[in-house]
């Protein structure tokens, strides 16, 4: 069955394109190696103290204790109780991202407080 030229150019091109797919794949993994080594050079160049992994080698504890006493939150309504826990939430953040952090502590902690931070936050449970 003849062949048009359209199609001809079409199995041209298509034969092409499958034998140079191994040459765009190398290329591809070339330059993926290139930005890999200019971002690894860049993150040794600019060695500012920007990775929070060593940031917290750096702190210093601090003697300081806060004490966030609980035992008010039967006093409290729901609302009151939930603006409670992200301040909690908050203290505890920051703390941890302090230079110097101080021993932070919850008390009395049970009650409302106890169920909404169950119900919300389930990882505070690994808070150091």
Request: charged share 40%.
């Amino acid at each position: 069955e003849p062949m048009s030229k359209r199609q001809r150019k079409k199995l041209l091109k298509q034969k092409q394109w499958e034998e140079q797919k191994d040459l765009r794949r190398q290329k591809r993994k070339e330059k993926r190696q290139k930005r890999k080594l200019e971002r690894q050079s860049k993150l040794d160049s600019t060695n500012e103290g920007n990775d929070r992994k060593r940031m917290r080698r750096e702190v210093v504890p601090s003697t300081l204790r806060l004490i966030v006493d609980c035992s008010f939150d039967d006093l409290m309504v729901l609302k009151d109780v939930k603006k409670l826990h992200k301040q909690i939430q908050r203290c505890y953040a920051e703390n941890r991202k302090a230079f110097h952090p101080v021993q932070f502590y919850l008390t009395s902690h049970g009650g409302q407080l106890k169920s909404n931070m169950n119900e919300n936050d389930k990882g505070w449970v690994n808070w150091k």
